[in-house]
């Protein structure tokens, strides 16, 4: 595995930007079928991690590369340096758009385009990276990102960049799809050749044939597949019997985890009444959940937060639970990514780390995403 990132995740800042990301799908009555969870959080007996201040206890050496983004849709790297929690800014990091609404170019040669509103470090080749961990391939020489064009039709160029030469080519131009996860088997999309549909394929870089893995009809849910990681596609829905936790766009309960192998889909995380999404895995491979209240069924403003890891379908650990003494407001996680160190996770309110020992802190106050592994 790349040792810049380690076990890695980013997702979408909300999944609701999936359907900005291809056509939205009508809500399938066939999600009903899927056998509700055999068991939910509220049958353990969670850990809540102790909240502290800013960097308090942290005794490690090391320099975390983060992305901090910004309205223009770039976004500058830097390194907190930790234990003292310094920022330096990292001015080889500088991207440009030279053409309105095209992909984004480094001021660093060789030239590295792509769309920077998340940067990947890689120590391997001194180069920030425009696109996020999961883009990023396994041994970190490439990186792949998608570019929505409207001529002659509406679709979807998938490029694939070589990081040391620059070469910047196109390995697959039809139907419409957004990168999940560039893995050693490929490159993971979600995305359809259709006008509706979320289904879930695999694409070989070097010949370019895409395979699917999953059809939307496999994985019933709003917006299929979102995420990729341990051996399996994740989703979610409404579990069989719960309210959704909003009328809006995407309610979703339960989550659900999908076989790449088998194809089998089993229940594995349920908590009624709140919004739930996975967002990235712990160095076990476990996949963590954010799970928000919202103000309202008719107001899907969110108001209160807990993040859990899930040890397999019957049994999950409460890790944080927000607002409270930590921030005084609802995180926006963003990107996750495990290393030595434990746990991080960006943020619109800063940086956080969980620890082996159950301690859950913000480690900088300013939003940034997590762009690499402490070292």
């Known amino acids: 595995m790349n040792v810049d990132r380690l076990s890695k995740t980013c997702l979408l800042p909300l999944l609701f930007v999936l359907t900005a990301c291809g056509p939205a799908r009508p809500s399938s009555s066939s999600a009903a079928s899927v ?51 310094t920022i330096t800014n990292a001015p080889d990091s500088s991207f440009q758009q030279p053409v309105p609404n095209r992909p984004f170019r480094s001021t660093k040669q060789p030239i590295l385009s792509g769309w920077p509103e998340q940067l ?17 391939s396994p041994d970190s020489s490439h990186y792949v990102y998608s570019e929505e064009l409207d001529s002659p039709t509406r679709h979807s160029q998938i490029h694939l960049v070589d990081v040391q030469s620059g070469l910047d080519r196109v390995v697959y131009q039809q139907g419409f799809y957004h990168v999940l996860d ?74 659900l985890h999908f076989d790449l192998h088998t194809k089998a889909m089993t229940p594995w995380f349920r908590k009624p009444g709140m919004q739930v999404q996975a967002i990235g895995f712990d160095s076990q491979g476990d996949p963590i959940v954010d799970a928000e209240t919202m103000m ?9 937060q807990e993040l859990w890891i899930v040890r397999g379908h019957d049994g999950a650990r409460r890790i944080y639970t927000g607002p409270g003494s930590i921030v005084a407001g609802v ?3 963003s990107s996750v990514l495990a290393d030595d160190h434990g746990v991080w996770f960006g943020s619109n309110l800063g940086i956080f780390l969980y620890t082996s020992d159950g301690q859950f802190r913000r480690v900088t106050t300013s939003a940034a995403d997590v762009a690499g592994r402490c070292s």
């Open 35 to 85: 056998p509700s969870a055999t068991a939910s959080p509220s049958a353990t007996t969670p850990g809540e991690a102790t909240a502290l201040s800013p960097n308090a206890g942290l005794t490690f050496s090391c320099r975390l590369p983060i992305s901090q983004p910004q309205s223009s849709g770039n976004a500058p790297g830097a390194f907190i340096s930790f234990p003292s929690g």
């Open 296 to 304: 309202s069924q008719s107001d899907p403003r969110p108001v209160s």
């Open 120 to 136: 990947t470090f890689t120590r391997r080749y001194g180069r920030w990276l425009p696109a996020s961990l999961p883009a990023v």
């Open 182 to 255: 560039y893995e050693n088997e490929g490159i993971y999309l979600n995305g359809t050749n259709g006008e509706f549909g979320f289904g879930l394929w695999l694409l070989d870089p070097a010949s370019g044939a895409l395979r699917q893995i999953a059809s939307p009809e496999a994985a019933p849910a709003p917006f299929g597949i979102y995420l990729v990681g341990s051996g399996a596609g994740w989703l979610g829905d409404v579990a069989p019997g719960d309210q959704p936790p909003y009328l809006g766009q995407g309610p979703m309960d339960r989550l």
């Open 331 to 333: 995180a926006n996680f």
